[in-house]
């Protein structure tokens, strides 16, 4: 680890106590840092922001997520930045009561960035099925919450395999994402992407790849229908756009893929 700092002091210890520990009662962000500015700083805060509030998890009111985000960020010229927010220490069980007004705890990291993904994202990754299926949820769809426990176990399946990601359901059986990243494909000349409102993670690339690219089709979808698919890939706030070179073995057409990363370069 580079740095971490909690609420504005370096430092690695918490307490043991701490509600993102004990209930994953927290949410986070995971950015790209690359010559010493956090890429789509202001999405990565709105997306802070926003979670905090529909997880009711104040914010101090004397935090500026963006002036401290882009002064820890000034020293690197490539690296991951990772912020968590807890809803802090105390309470009683589950419930919040009895929490200091400044209890929130603003944990920021910076890590060493992925050597793989400049390789990933020219020659593409083999995608298959999970076994396994997300949880549907109107409360939590979207949000990107502490509680990791079903990506835990998706990448210990895809750990067991020889696919490098896997396409997620969820138990209605609709087409979420794929492991730790949203999914886009092409179907007879259209792009399209799952429909997430209660199940996944809404990332920072998948809002800027639909604002750029309004024709996409956003569609609840079977893994039945994926069975036709010409192209696909992946995409997240650390990898950029991965194409997905073959899909349960069949082999798929990398050029739409390759066209898209270029028209977004520089965005991402």
Sequence with gaps: MKFCSINGQQQTKIAINDRGLSYGDGLFTTAKIAAGKVMLLAKHVERLIDGCQKLKIPLPDDVNLTQ??????????????????????????YSRLGLKDNATN??????D????????????????NSEQQLASSSMLGGIKHLNRLEQVLLKAEVDERSEDDLIVTNVLGNVVEAISSNVFYWLDGQLYTPEISTSGVNGIIRQVIIEKNPQINIVKTKLSE????????????????????????????????IMLQQEMKGLL
């Design 226 to 257: 994926l069975k036709q698919v010409q192209s696909m890939f992946i995409c997240n706030a650390l990898m950029g756009i991965i194409p997905v070179k073959t899909y349960n073995e069949q082999q798929l057409n990398l050029t739409p893929v």
């Design 113 to 128: 960035f992925p050597t793989n993904y400049a390789e990933i994202a020219r020659t593409g990754i083999n995608m298959g």
């Design 68 to 93: 401290e985000l882009s002064q820890v960020a000034q020293p690197y010229a490539s690296a991951v930045l990772k912020v968590m927010i807890t809803a802090g220490s105390g309470g009683r069980g």
């Design 106 to 111: 603003i944990i920021i990291t910076v890590t």
